[in-house]
T-cell receptor, first 112, second 116 residues
């Protein structure tokens, strides 16, 4: 049973435009959420995170939004660059756990 | 800066064979873990360890064994490989006794395993 879902397997965006990647979760106990970025033949790398006490966190071109009532988070990339082309995973964790639950990933292609 | 090192990068096994995927980190991380990545399934936790001598099961532990005799190493053993274990395996580590301390896992580059 997938507790973290990314319903869009792929997304294509023009360079300079906004990329919006979405993630839904089912477990109301999750209180910490992260986004990871993965290039082919490499391991995932941490991108940005958000705690459930916030509804927004920014880091440069990357912003994560959290809607707890909808159990939904999104990652906005503005402006999108060709180097952003990668697979993006969202992940979530519980307060008293030692594991992250990952989504299935969204492959982003930024077209020059 | 080696970070998290996994070996081998590629391996082909026959059903029933055994093998060990090696993972080493040089960041003095207490927490180490193994994930598998399958198409349409994302990353799923197999086993994890919060320190030397301590291991625990994740979401999909069946068919895999682990041990943690040192802080640096966390090998993953397949005792009798099955085609269902064909996957890409990632080792990851984190500061402190769990990823919640910093919210960040450092991943290795992955090991692609094919079981025929």
């Amino acid at each position: 049973d997938q507790q973290v879902k990314q319903n869009s397997p792929s997304l294509s965006v023009q360079e300079g435009r906004i990329s919006i990647l979405n993630c839904d979760y089912t477990n109301s106990m999750f209180d910490y959420f992260l986004w990871y970025k993965k290039y082919p033949a490499e391991g995932p790398t941490f991108l940005i995170s958000i705690s459930s006490i916030k509804d927004k966190n920014e880091d440069g071109r990357f912003t994560v939004f959290l809607n707890k009532s909808a159990k939904h988070l999104s990652l906005h990339i503005v402006p999108s660059q060709p180097g952003d082309s990668a697979v993006y995973f969202c992940a979530a964790s519980r307060p008293t756990g030692n594991q992250f639950y990952f989504g299935t990933g969204t492959s982003l292609t930024v077209i020059p | 800066n080696a970070g998290v090192t996994q070996t081998p990068k590629f391996q082909v096994l026959k059903t029933g064979q055994s093998m060990t995927l090696q993972c080493a980190q040089d960041m003095n991380h207490e927490y180490m873990s193994w994930y598998r990545q399958d198409p349409g399934m994302g990353l799923r936790l197999i086993h994890y360890s919060v320190g030397a001598g301590i291991t625990d099961q994740g979401e999909v532990p069946n068919g895999y064994n682990v041990s943690r005799s040192t802080t640096e190493d966390f090998p993953l053993r397949l005792l009798s490989a099955a085609p269902s274990q064909t996957s890409v395996y990632f080792c990851a580590s984190s500061y402190g006794a769990g990823p919640l301390n910093t919210g960040e896992l450092f991943f290795g580059e992955g090991s692609r395993l094919t079981v025929l």
